[in-house]
């Protein structure tokens, strides 16, 4: 039964629940790794979460890269997809050519990229996904960009046919931007309803509506990142019936974290996927090895 199983109350406990799912370990398809000069500008940003968010946001993992890299393993982390962002024209590319490169050297990253509206985005993405990038990531609040304008609909073409999934933050939370909404993203998905998508954050905090749009087009999904736990249901309370409605496509939500740029452990977004588990009866083990493990491994192609 759901309830037979007791969830991580620590990143200590992580693994050995892991192993008790029968699981090789973990895949986290919503990571950040940013070239150092980048990342020291997210975290000053979220230091000032106060003035932005109306609440403190303390990065529980700020480390070196490296380890960064060896909490993730010893998390049992088995693979992790690397996301990086732009919020300006001519940054895109960049960090497209870094994120391919990032996940190329590292064994446990896959390759990444992400696009924005500009001359030459698909272009630039043509010869990521050549170079193997599995996972791309559009950050609509943070561009501030309209993901229907025109200059990025051979982008998402490109993406569609060859079946790569792109995580999309295009909700209202933590701040609505200028072209956030699932309404706006869906006008993407009705010229591209092969795209496969997955929505960061569940939609957050428009929750019911990313579930409609994964009823809608069948290879839209959810990600789990911040979803549940204490620190964004203050903010952004799941639906009381959230376990009850996921049930319905429990093949169309996989594990995703933020890592490292949480203001909690990681064992905190875990517990929470066991407890929606725990809350229906229909949601059991194999729905968490799909979450943590088996979808996200089927998304990103991986083979073992």
């Known amino acids: 039964m759901p309830g ?37 500008k997210v975290w000053a940003y979220f230091d000032r979460a106060g003035e932005h968010y109306g ?29 990086v962002y732009a919020h300006k024209p001519g940054m895109a590319e960049w960090l497209t050519d870094w994120a391919v490169e990032f996940g ?11 696009i924005y509206p500009e001359p030459g985005v698909a272009d630039y993405l043509d010869r990521a996904l050549e170079a193997g990038a599995r996972c791309v990531k559009v950050h609509v609040q943070v561009g501030g960009f309209d993901p229907r304008d025109p200059m990025l609909d051979q982008a998402w073409g490109l993406l569609a046919e060859a079946g790569v999934p ?30 496969v998508a997955v ?13 409609e749009l994964v009823e809608r087009y069948p290879r839209a999904h959810l990600d789990t990142t911040m979803v549940g736990v204490d620190f964004s249901e203050k903010m952004a309370p799941l639906p009381k019936d959230w376990a009850a409605r996921i049930a319905a496509r ?24 066991a407890g929606w588990a ?16 088996d979808t996200p491994s089927r998304l990103l192609g991986l083979t073992d």
């Open 199 to 211: 929505l960061a954050h569940a939609g957050m905090p428009d929750f019911l509506a990313a579930l």
């Open 104 to 114: 190329n050297r590292e064994p446990d990253a896959v390759p990444t990229a992400t």
């Open 4 to 40: 037979d199983r007791t969830a991580p109350r620590s990143d200590a406990e992580v693994p050995d629940w892991v192993a008790g799912l029968g699981l090789p370990g973990l895949i986290d398809i919503h990571t950040h790794f940013l070239p150092e000069r980048v990342l020291r």
């Open 250 to 273: 429990p093949d169309r939500v996989l594990l995703g974290t933020d890592f490292p740029n949480i203001p909690y452990p990681y064992a905190e977004q875990l517990a929470a996927i």
């Open 278 to 293: 725990d809350s229906d009866d229909r949601l059991g083990a194999e729905f968490l090895r799909a979450v943590l493990h």
């Open 55 to 83: 609440t403190e946001w303390d990065i529980f993992y700020r480390h070196s890269e490296a380890t960064r890299l060896q909490v993730l393993r010893d998390l049992g982390v088995r693979t992790f997809a690397p996301l």
């Open 166 to 195: 792109v995580v999309v933050h295009c909700g209202h939370g933590p701040l609505p931007g200028s072209h956030t909404g699932l309404d706006i993203f869906e006008g993407v998905l009705r010229r591209h309803p092969r795209l």
